[in-house]
């Protein structure tokens, strides 16, 4: 009897973590980019829970480099994800230049994108878990259309 009571606590108390964990986990999808290179610039992103659509940006940033485009997406889409108190968070990108900086593959030698670097770095600690994954553009399609959106509104206005 008492091994039950134990038991059936214990179990509650699992269930109990497992649905906080999925509470707060999401997967980020953003992308950036520049026509012209420095160019005219904007980000986008998606971001989901349970395979739900939660939130998503498109947004003009002014000038900007396609690397820096793509950071400063990232940077967006984290506070994004901090503002929707996730803790759990899986990033996706098709820069695969941001995800090996971020990954410490390779180093930030560019000062200004270092700058942006910095900006994301301080925020991990807000997460129990964030991880960044490589995907081919393809994969990344809803971040996309978000940046061409914001480009294309811009330049029409």
């Known amino acids: 009897m008492l091994v039950d009571s134990i ?3 214990s179990l509650a108390r699992l269930a109990m973590t497992i649905k906080n964990i999925m509470d707060n986990k999401a997967k980020l999808f953003t992308d950036g980019g520049s026509r012209g290179n420095p160019g005219p610039a904007a980000i ?3 971001l989901y829970a349970e395979e739900k659509e939660i939130d998503r940006f498109g947004l003009t940033i002014g000038s900007s480099t396609n690397n820096q485009a793509e950071y400063q997406a990232l940077l967006h889409g ?8 996730i803790k759990f968070l899986d990033c996706y990108l098709d820069s695969e230049l941001v995800v ?3 990954n410490q593959e ?13 900006k ?12 960044f994954h490589h995907i081919v553009r393809e994969k990344n ?6 940046v061409n959106f914001a480009l294309d509104r811009k330049t029409n206005n």
Not at 78 to 85: D, E, F, P
């Open 7 to 9: 038991v059936s606590s």
């Open 78 to 85: 984290i506070n994004l994800a901090i503002k929707h108190k």
């Open 120 to 131: 994301v770095w301080n925020l991990l600690a807000q997460f129990d878990h964030i991880k």
């Open 141 to 146: 399609k809803v971040a996309d259309e978000m």
């Open 44 to 46: 986008g992103g998606v």
């Open 100 to 102: 090996k900086q971020l």
């Open 106 to 118: 390779y180093r930030v030698k560019d000062q200004e994108l270092a700058k942006i670097f910095v």
